[in-house]
Structures are given as structure tokens and as C-alpha cells.
């Protein structure tokens, strides 16, 4: 199994920057591919980012391409989230989940999850 934790949320102005860490615990984090998600109230959680497990593949929503960059270290067991160029509509609590089989931009296919950190972007 995999536990998660995120941090790094805040508050931030349009235009800035924010780092979002995903700390996991767990055997098998280093052969799990990771993702980031977001989500708004009353809205359906949406998929940011994707990493294989080696790193060697990448994938982003387009809303956040050339803007968000996701990376890993398995030696550290930890995810991350780069965010520049922040706009208020990335303004969501957003969530890194796990998973050993599957790389993908569906919620349902992550068996782990964290608890979550609120980014708020003010214009």
C-alpha cells in the first residue's frame, strides 16, 4: 500500500508560483505511477498532471500545459507539483493519488490518495 500526504497549498496572487509536494509512504512508491488532480466544489475531480513510475513519461491537462510541471524522487518518496504563472481558475484543492498498474487521467483508476491541499489564486 501507499499513504500520501500533500502540502504546499496557499494562498497566492495571479501570476505566481506555488510548489505542491506529495510525501508517500509505503513499499511500493517507487513503482507506482503518480498524478495530480483538482478538484472545485460541486464539480467533478479534474486531472492535472501524470508521471510514470521511471519519470520517462509525462502527461498534462491542457489547461495547465507550459505552466504546471510534475516530477518525482523515488529517494526521497515524493512527488511534486511546480505551479507558475498561477490564474484564478487554478484555484482548487488538489490531490496527488497512486497507482502500480495504471497511468492515467481518470480519477477512478488511482487506488491512493491524499487528504488534499487547498491552492486559492486571487486576481
Known amino acids: 500500500q501507499v499513504q500520501l500526504v500533500e502540502s504546499g497549498g496557499g494562498l497566492v496572487q495571479a501570476g505566481g508560483s506555488l510548489r505542491l509536494s506529495c510525501a508517500a509512504s509505503?513499499?511500493?512508491?517507487?513503482?507506482?505511477?503518480m498524478a495530480w488532480f483538482r478538484q472545485t466544489p460541486g464539480k467533478e475531480r479534474e486531472f492535472v498532471a501524470a508521471?510514470?513510475?521511471?519519470?520517462?513519461?509525462?502527461s498534462y491537462a491542457d489547461s495547465v500545459k507550459g505552466r504546471f510541471t510534475i516530477t518525482r524522487d523515488n529517494a526521497k518518496n515524493a512527488a511534486y507539483l511546480q505551479m507558475d504563472s498561477l490564474k484564478p481558475e487554478d484555484t482548487a484543492d488538489y490531490y496527488c493519488?497512486?497507482?502500480?498498474?495504471?497511468?492515467?487521467?481518470?480519477?477512478?483508476?488511482?487506488?491512493?490518495w491524499g487528504q488534499g491541499t487547498q491552492v486559492t489564486v486571487s486576481s
Open positions: 493519488a497512486a497507482d502500480e498498474r495504471v497511468i492515467s487521467r481518470t480519477p477512478q483508476e488511482y487506488d491512493y
Open positions: 508521471i510514470t513510475w521511471t519519470g520517462s513519461i509525462l
Open positions: 509505503g513499499r511500493t512508491f517507487s513503482n507506482s505511477h
